[in-house]
């Protein structure tokens, strides 16, 4: 029943003029390699072959507004805002999988400025920070020093996929907000699945593509409250919770749990509920 | 592992003190190279806490002992200044046979938040007070109003406590527990928080200086030469808060032209009623503290309260008994308008206090203290908190006493900040961060705000003489004397159990 909403969806698609050269495809068939521009180069720490799944414009989005990762009233406000709540999420779901969070290696794959790492490690978790954008990675490396207990937070310039090439692993593999700004999602959660150890954890979480979603997160975050700077998402790179559950099975993560953020305009706050048709966040478990 | 990093471990471990926290792995080694750094962390690692109350009063130490009972926030470090010498003595209460004149009314509300931090017990050991009656009038004998506990189907309606008795009690339940709390016998001279962190530059040598050793804390220096630093910053220093004025929070207000007397009397006969009678210039309450002594609040202009304070005691008495009595105007009949047949028809509304007649106030035969006189005013912050900076009891806001709200508003800030704090560390966040010390002001600030509005609307409808607005509060006492869900809900709110006036 849902493949074949999902087939409808995709036959839909080829139809709609792209900013991209590729389309997502959920098959197994291996996809063309994306090779990266080369003035990029000099922001990763080594030289490899290995593609990533990084989008280039993302990217330079991102670096642009690096410096303010950490002012409250910023442009990542609403981030702030929502970090409690994810880390509700986050906390109940590896508590109840692995126990007390002392000794869990957990690693923030797009971790920014290090706004999810730091309240991990003051939690008692051993983290790891990778982001591609160099200047993110500055920028987290110094706030965390400011606080000996999140000074002990690992931090690297680096993808996903070059992890996986070092074979490292840990036990809860956490990609919040990242999903959607990824050329190649199946690709990418394959990256998460291999850096998981087996019956680790992984969690990721995104914005449905939903009419909805639209009409909240494109048209009233971005042009209507300036929440967020116009262009920071693109409606079509977004996934349905039935997408992502399908691309996490293919890359062995069985979704347990799922969960959507809903914001209060009056109290301004945001809360966990069932409601997934904007935020929404899953986590799920490796298995064989 | 070097030195600096052993050190950074042993006062990791010591400092912060959560059980559930793995100390630091083999991997990871902080960035702290140069040997400035090493010789500053060295003198100040003692004196890093998470958070410091300045202000010792019963509202500070409230939250004190709130942190203290609650498990997640037990392991903080807190630093406590004050420059009380008092609080160093643990057991400074001697039961002296004439209480102080400086009181409290707590409402039940507070008296269940001091169960549940467990200081409670100890204010029993002391005396107090409960009350269960309360009787409400004016000079212009137009009408009363007798509130009663059984009217909200409670036991009581409040508790008058000493100050000094709920402080020692705060204070014996902090030594009992193994809070890790220091207390500073000083007084807070500067203040400085180093700037937010969004204007952090992106170097590329990453050289540690002070500023980013101590870059997420708040230093406090004291009149005492000490110095130390916090994560976050607690202004429990009442109504001239120096934290406030430090911090730049602007505030909003007016002061009263009025004074308040306060003194300690005697009866001759028990007195289990709170009184309260508003005069021309103010409102005169005469609350029971036990064993036959009372307690005055008078409020005057400021002109008057200087002659009452100066008169002789026999004269002082004799005025208390006027104003208390046939002073000013006559005695409200029990009934204006026949034996409430006026209600008759809201059967089953009518309260069951409503036939209770008018009394007169007990008379007062002795003089049991000396007579203090303080300036009355309103005044509000307009922010409670930002970034490592927050407000709480007076410090945050004044109100006039005539409904004996003021601390336990403060007394209400302190439990939610410290549930807001505890909150906070559950998902990992730093509690200096203004984002959290927002939603204890998103929590407080319009329940502090309607309060004080209730209240300064009280005082004002009393200022003005005049007759069509003088017969509106005699129907208004009428109104809350006799119909039974508008007094529940008075009691309600009086009594810190609802939110909002008037809405149940």
């Not at chain 1, 008692?124 to 954008?133: H, R």
Request: contains cysteine; aromatic residues 8%.
């Amino acid at each position: 029943m849902s493949s074949l909403k999902l087939l409808s969806q995709l036959r839909w698609f080829r139809f709609l003029p792209r900013n991209l050269s590729n389309f997502r495809l959920f098959s197994d068939v291996s996809e063309p390699q994306i090779n990266i521009d080369p003035k990029y180069n000099n922001m990763f720490n080594k030289a490899s072959s290995t593609p990533s799944s990084l989008k280039e414009p993302e990217l330079a989005k991102f670096s642009a507004i690096a410096d303010t990762w950490w002012d409250s009233e910023g442009p990542f406000k609403p981030l702030h805002k929502m970090n409690p709540t994810r880390l509700a999420f986050i906390r109940s779901t590896l508590c109840r999988h692995f126990g007390p969070f002392e000794g869990l290696r957990i690693i923030d794959v797009g971790c920014g400025g290090g706004i999810l790492s730091e309240p991990l490690a003051r939690m008692g978790a051993i983290v790891t920070g990778i982001d591609a954008v160099e200047k993110n990675i500055k920028i987290a490396r110094l706030h965390a020093d400011l606080d000996p207990t999140t000074s002990t937070i690992e931090y690297d310039c680096t993808t996903a996929e070059k992890l996986v090439d070092e074979q490292r692993q840990f036990d809860a593999v956490i990609a919040l907000e990242v999903i959607e700004h990824v050329a190649d999602p199946a690709q990418f959660c394959k990256s998460l699945a291999a850096l998981t150890v087996q019956d680790g954890a992984s969690v990721v979480s995104t914005i449905n593509r939903s009419m909805r979603s639209y009409a909240t997160a494109i048209v009233a975050a971005e042009y209507l409250l300036q929440w967020l700077p116009k262009g920071t998402h693109q409606w079509s790179s977004f996934l349905t919770p039935e997408e992502l559950t399908m691309i996490l099975k293919r890359a062995s993560i069985d979704v347990k749990e799922m969960a959507g953020f809903v914001y209060n305009p009056l109290t301004g706050r945001w809360s966990l509920s069932d409601d997934i048709s904007v935020n929404f966040i899953a986590f799920g478990t490796k298995e064989n | 592992m070097n030195r600096t990093v052993a050190r950074k471990f042993g006062s990791n471990v010591n400092r912060l003190r959560i059980p559930w926290r793995q100390p630091f792995s083999n991997d990871a080694v902080p960035i702290s190279s140069t040997s400035n750094a090493a010789n500053l962390e060295k003198e100040s690692e003692d004196l890093r806490y998470d958070i410091a109350i300045v202000g010792g009063g019963m509202v500070g130490l409230a939250l004190a002992c709130s942190l203290a009972t609650r498990p997640l926030t037990k392991h903080l470090t807190v630093a406590i200044i004050d420059s009380n010498l008092a609080l160093r003595r643990k057991h400074f209460i001697e039961k002296e046979v004439h209480p102080d004149p400086r009181v409290s009314t707590v409402t039940p509300a507070t008296i269940s938040f001091f169960k549940d931090i467990g200081a409670w017990q100890y204010v029993e050991q002391h005396r107090h007070a409960y009350f269960d009656k309360m009787q409400v009038w004016d000079y212009t004998g137009l009408g009363y109003t007798k509130y009663n506990a059984r009217d909200a189907n409670k036991e009581v309606l409040g508790c008058v406590v000493e100050n000094k008795v709920l402080l020692s009690s705060l204070l014996s339940r902090l030594q009992d527990t193994d809070f890790q709390k220091k207390i500073y016998p000083s007084r807070l001279t500067s203040m400085s928080i180093l700037p937010n962190s969004s204007s952090l530059e992106v170097d590329s040598t990453l050289s540690v200086t002070a500023s980013f050793t101590h870059g997420r804390l708040a230093k406090l220096e004291l009149e005492d030469g000490n110095s130390l630093y916090a994560k976050l910053v607690v202004g429990a220093d009442g109504g001239k808060s120096r934290v406030r004025e430090l911090a730049g929070f602007r505030t909003t207000g007016w002061n009263y032209s009025q004074n308040a007397i306060i003194c300690t009397v005697e009866h001759a006969v028990e007195n289990h009623c709170a009184w309260q009678r508003f005069l021309p210039a103010g409102p005169i309450a005469l609350l029971p503290i036990g064993d036959k002594f009372s307690n005055i609040v008078w409020t005057m202009n400021p002109k008057e309260s200087s002659e009452f304070k100066s008169m002789s005691e026999d004269d002082f008495l004799k005025a208390l008994n006027y104003a208390l009595d046939h002073g000013y105007g006559p005695h409200p009949t029990s009934s204006l308008l026949g034996n409430a047949d006026i209600f008759s028809w809201l059967k089953g509304v009518v309260s069951r206090s409503a036939n209770d007649c008018f009394e007169i106030p007990p008379k007062v035969v002795k003089l049991a203290s000396e007579r203090m006189a303080f300036p009355l005013s309103l005044r509000h912050a307009n922010d409670y908190a930002s970034n490592r900076v927050v407000l709480i009891g007076d410090a945050a806001h004044t109100v006039h006493p005539l409904a004996g709200q003021g601390v336990n508003l403060g007394f209400g800030d302190a439990s939610t900040l410290s549930s807001v704090i505890s909150e906070g560390i559950a998902v990992g966040t730093d509690i200096g961060e203004i984002l959290l010390l927002k939603k204890y002001e998103a929590d407080r600030k319009p329940t502090n705000v309607m309060m004080m509005a209730v209240l300064d609307g009280f005082q004002k409808a009393y200022t003005v003489d005049f007759g069509p607005l003088n017969i509106l509060r005699a129907a208004a006492f009428h109104g809350a004397h006799y119909i039974s869900p508008l007094k529940k809900s008075i009691i309600s709110y009086a009594s810190g159990e609802q939110r909002l006036p008037l809405l149940s």
